[in-house]
């Protein structure tokens, strides 16, 4: 059996000498460290690096996110996903300046309260800002413990017992490493596939390498099934410009501009759906003029197809007079706004396959 000291020490050992020189490593500034285990959430290392530069080229302070307008931040997020977490950031960071004089607090019951901090961010925070020995469990350090313990269980049953073990391993001294470091050997060594036990510097306190059966750890789940839906969407035309609307903040995707339409309902035409879906949340009636093509992309949860096809106004069509969040916008304004990344898939068919004559 190991030590408490032997493990943490061999751990942050062999973190000290092969971390990955990543642009948020050792850093001091709660704030910085704050943004970047935002981002690293359910999103790889090497997706995030390019989008936490430009964060923080353009937003280097907590002040300046509380300052920005949400549709700034979402620019800026763009393409990295989940956007739940920017706009819960956006509230955060208003809250700090608002109610704590710009300061982020250093005690978990403050900061677990804010908005989009659970556990995990509360933790590696916490633990690499101000030294509070406190233990992440994020995906890596999962499937770590799994194989070390040889949990007997999926590893989604584990986050309590996992919690208390590293509560007594953790490094008090270096809280911050220690939880650093169990997140690298996830990511470079105890990886999802071909694990690199021959050169995992805590091999020797692993239950699953002594048993042999590393590769069975965690214990796997069938995956469920991911619905598949058929999605139509409408690029309106009023002379050479065309219509846009942003998605409510509360929802999938929320914040972001997009085409409107919606969802093909059982029996209906994609084309009848579109007409329906158009009137129903603009008021507008249309013709449908030609179809640009149609892209697939997959979300976390489902899948979709998106059919896109250029529309014209009908005579006399007008948008309903209470409807704020749409905009008549030309295509060179594009860059100027944040899309989903399935609305970017149809510009660049628009870009190949030119536009309508209408416009």
Request: aromatic content about 10%; hydrophobic content about 40%; proline content about 6%.
């Amino acid at each position: 059996m190991f030590t408490v000291g032997s493990f943490a020490d061999c751990l942050i050992d062999w973190y000290t000498e092969h971390c990955r020189p990543l642009p948020w490593r050792g850093e001091t500034d709660p704030y910085r460290i704050w943004i970047s285990e935002v981002m690293l959430q359910q999103t790889q290392v090497v997706t995030v690096i390019p989008y936490y530069r430009r964060w923080i080229e353009s937003l280097p302070t907590v002040q300046s996110v509380a300052a920005a307008t949400q549709d700034d931040l979402l620019k800026l997020w763009e393409g990295l996903g989940y956007y739940g977490r920017c706009r819960n950031f956006h509230r955060a960071c208003r809250i700090v300046e608002q109610d704590y004089g710009g300061e982020i607090p250093r005690t978990w019951s403050q900061f677990r309260k804010m908005p989009g901090v659970g556990d995990y961010t509360a933790a590696a925070v916490l633990s690499i800002a101000f030294g509070e020995p406190l233990p992440v469990i994020d995906g890596n350090v999962g499937r770590v413990m799994a194989r070390i313990t040889a949990f007997s269980k999926p590893v989604a049953k584990g986050k309590k017992p996992f919690a208390e073990v590293l509560q007594q391993w953790i490094d008090v001294k270096r809280p911050g490493d220690f939880n650093q470091a169990m997140m690298e050997l996830g990511s470079l060594i105890c990886r999802k596939n071909q694990p690199r036990c021959d050169v995992c510097p805590v091999s020797g306190f692993c239950e699953g390498f002594r048993m042999g059966r590393v590769d069975q750890f965690p214990i796997r789940q069938t995956p469920k099934k991911r619905p598949h839906r058929t999605v139509a969407a409408g690029i309106i035309w009023d002379g050479d410009r065309f219509l846009i609307q942003r998605r409510p903040d509360d929802g999938l995707l929320g914040g972001l501009w997009e085409f409107p339409g919606g969802g093909v309902e059982k029996g209906e035409t994609v084309e009848d759906a579109l007409i329906r879906e158009i009137a129903e949340e603009t008021g507008l009636q249309v013709s449908l003029l030609r179809k640009i093509g149609q892209v697939n992309h997959a979300y976390t949860h489902f899948s979709i197809t998106l059919h896109a096809y250029h529309c014209a106004l009908l005579n006399g069509s007008r948008l309903r007079t209470d409807e704020s969040e749409r905009r008549w916008i030309h295509f060179e304004d594009v860059a100027g706004y944040a899309f989903p990344r399935a609305n970017h898939k149809l510009f660049e068919l628009m870009r190949e396959k030119g536009l309508p004559s209408v416009a």
